[in-house]
């Protein structure tokens, strides 16, 4: 399948002249559009450079190959812009939203946010995508006028929401949050801006989405290979994996095992991306979205893989699950990293002296429930790196996490 390098924009496309504004208002730039610039205050925040030391899968001592959290915001990046160009959508409202995806994760991970969020069971919660929404509305320092980056409403939305509405209309969380309830970062600050909770996204925000997906289900394909936890023969008992190297091989009986894994993860990205458009087409051309607004009230994803893929990407995840993810190599290490993070939580809560000075004052002048907040703060912008470093520094001993 041939797709055009882009077509005109479409009309359920965000527009940035359209856009409902930032919570704070500001003069417009004269040389970015909204959605531009708020890419570009995504790039340079500090937040941002963080994800260089932050775990994907592997620590960021095990090896300069392996994907960090940055390197894969910026596959994921590209997969959505080139999904949305070819929809016609906003390329920089999606890049701008897989740039901030993971900006929330603490160091380690998931098993950094897992330790965090038994930290904070009993004062609100750890959940990464909020902590990505606070850090954008209020953790982040870098203007004279107002806290966070002051992103505009359609980027927000795309943050919050970008997997779907976290609510039913009425208010009551929905989805993964029924259980639980509304992460408190979402919370607080949707009753200081609606972020119309209970509807979609933007077909922009689903598109970063889904690119987080083919992201990281090639690139840990890669990584998991590069990492020595599986061979080239184990992967290729996924169907959709045997059928790329079977045409990899006819074509290059030679080729070296280097560039084949190289040749397969390009070509798995490439066909689930052009699935991705594929599906997109169809799904909008049923639900004929005129609007953005349409596409948020069009009561289901309009981005997503096709039935084949679905299943194609299922068995993917079922065959990384247990060999990479749940690897006794990776789980004993995340064993590891998650106590180093309940060691530095646990040792603020009890000296918030050990904080640096700012964190400590504010620390300890606050009520219990604030005062954990902060410190969850604290530790959720550490790197891999320092997270240790300041457990080294606080403890006789530190786990080497290898």
């Given at each position: 399948?041939?797709i ?6 479409a ?8 856009s ?5 208002p500001?003069?417009?730039?004269v040389?970015r ?8 205050r995504i ?6 450079r ?7 899968v592997f620590?960021?001592h ?11 915001s910026?596959?994921v990046?590209q997969i959505?812009r ?8 906003d390329?920089?409202l999606s890049?701008?939203?897989?740039l901030?995806?993971?900006?929330g994760?603490?160091p380690f991970?998931?098993?950094g946010e897992?330790a965090?969020?038994?930290c ?9 995508n909020a ?7 209020e953790l982040?320092?870098r203007?004279?006028d107002?806290d966070?980056?002051?992103l505009?409403w359609?980027?927000?939305e795309?943050i ?14 929905a ?14 600050y949707?009753a200081a801006q609606d972020l119309h909770?209970?509807?979609?996204a ?7 989405a889904i690119?987080d997906?083919?992201a990281?289900?090639a690139?840990d394909?890669d990584?998991g290979l590069?990492?020595g ?9 996924v ?7 079977a045409d990899i ?8 095992t280097e560039?084949l ?6 070509r798995?990205i ?5 699935d991705?458009?594929t599906e997109?087409r ?8 005129r609007?953005?607004d349409?596409?948020?009230?069009a ?5 997503g893989f096709?039935?084949a ?19 006794a190599?990776?789980?004993?290490i995340?064993a590891?990293a998650e106590s180093?993070?309940?060691d530095?939580f646990?040792r603020?809560?009890?000296k ?5 000075s700012?964190w ?5 002048m606050?009520?219990s ?6 410190i969850?703060?604290?530790i ?7 997270a240790?470093m300041?457990h080294?520094?606080l ?5 080497e996490l290898?």
């Open positions: 399948m041939a055009e390098a882009g077509c005109p924009r009309v359920y496309a965000a527009h940035p002249a359209q409902r504004g930032r919570h704070f500001e003069p417009p730039s040389t559009n909204d959605f531009r610039r708020d890419c570009d790039i340079h925040a500090t937040a941002f963080r994800l260089k030391y932050k775990t994907q620590v960021f095990e090896g300069d190959h392996y994907r960090t959290r940055l390197t894969h910026l596959e990046a959505a080139a999904m949305s160009r070819a929809l016609g959508l390329e920089d890049e701008a939203l897989a901030a995806h993971d900006l994760h603490p991970g998931h098993a897992r965090l969020a038994a904070m069971g009993g004062h609100g919660g750890f959940d990464h902590q990505t929404l606070r850090i954008v509305t982040e320092r203007y004279p107002f966070g980056l002051n505009t359609e980027t927000l795309g919050a929401k970008h997997n779907g509405p976290l609510t039913d209309r009425q208010g009551n969380p989805g993964r949050y029924r259980e639980t309830g509304l992460p408190e970062g979402i919370r607080l949707s909770l209970w509807s979609y933007s077909a922009e925000a689903q598109m970063a690119a997906d083919i990281y289900d690139h394909i990584d590069r990492a936890l599986f061979s080239i023969d184990d992967i290729a008992a169907p959709i994996v045997a059928g790329i190297l091989r006819k074509k290059h009986p030679r080729l070296d560039r894994v190289h040749e397969l993860v390009r798995l490439s066909q689930m991306i052009e991705v458009i997109a169809s799904r909008l051309q049923q639900a004929a979205p609007s953005v349409e596409v948020r009230g009561g289901r994803p309009l981005a096709s039935p893929m679905a299943e194609a990407d299922a068995a993917i995840k079922g065959f990384l699950y247990p060999r990479m993810y749940r690897h190599r990776i789980m004993r995340m590891e180093v993070v309940r530095l646990e603020y809560s009890t918030p002296a050990d904080l640096p700012g400590a004052a504010a620390a300890e606050a009520d429930q604030v005062s954990a907040r902060k969850a703060d604290f959720a912008g550490m790197t891999d790196r320092y240790l300041e080294a520094r403890f006789p001993a530190t786990p290898r």
